[in-house]
């Protein structure tokens, strides 16, 4: 079965620094792997999403990611952090049977931001 | 206009009750689900459904019905419920397969 381990709970940063938020997966093919965010007391947004295409995908608000196949990872990076950047982000899984495209979240990792 | 919307926003209700959550979405997609998402965050999948097919997580209590009048329109109602019931439900939609899902605001239910 196919997972997600997002391997920080929580990630504090600087304003103005890099921000790392990590993800592994488990697939025994090319998974479609989507980052979410969601602001306090907000809907989930899409960040980005990879589908088998470039391995570099970048989303809104500066935000990337890089699909490393040999490492199952899928971590999101952000040159610079921003206050508004505060909020709780998912790593996201379609699964094998994906004909019905059933998303299989991780835990998630809240984003703390600070002057 | 929003995408996909739910109503209503907060309901709070008593153990044993009967209610429905609303959701719509105007963005013509083919394929409707509600998630669930507890107290520590995490997000599963409740229901999927297309005018095809519904498949149901096996988790889900049959005490939850998702109801389609039609396509644009997937209703959750949850029958006698149970203090875990206490979460925030979303509705989402998509084309289907890996297509982009999006999702609604969220409805905060309370059971007391």
């Known amino acids: 079965a196919q997972s997600v381990t997002q391997l920080d709970s929580h990630v504090s940063v600087s304003e103005g620094t890099p921000v790392l938020l990590r993800c592994n997966y488990s697939s025994s093919y090319s998974p479609s792997l989507f980052w979410y965010v969601q602001h306090p007391n907000k809907g989930l947004q899409l960040l980005l999403k990879?589908?088998?295409?470039?391995?570099l995908v970048k989303g809104i608000n500066g935000f990337e990611a890089e699909f490393k196949k040999s490492e199952t990872s899928f971590h999101l990076t952000k040159p610079s952090a921003h206050m508004s950047d505060a909020a709780e982000y998912f790593c996201v899984v379609i699964p094998e049977d994906g004909s019905q495209g059933n998303l299989i979240f991780g835990k998630g990792t809240k984003l703390s931001v600070k002057p | 206009d929003t995408a996909v919307s739910q109503t209503p926003k907060y309901l709070v209700t008593q153990m044993g009750n009967d209610k429905s959550i609303k959701c719509e979405q105007n963005l013509g997609h083919d394929t409707m689900y509600w998630y669930k998402q507890d107290s520590k965050k995490f997000l599963k999948i409740m229901f999927s459904y297309n005018n095809k097919e519904l498949i149901i997580n096996e988790t889900v209590p049959n005490r939850f019905s998702p109801k389609s009048p039609d396509k644009a329109h997937l209703n959750l109602h949850i029958n006698s419920l149970e203090l875990g019931d206490s979460a925030v439900y979303f509705c989402a939609s998509s084309q289907g397969g890996v297509d982009t899902q999006y999702f609604g605001p969220g409805t905060r239910l309370t059971v007391l």
């Open positions: 990879y589908t088998s295409a470039a391995t």
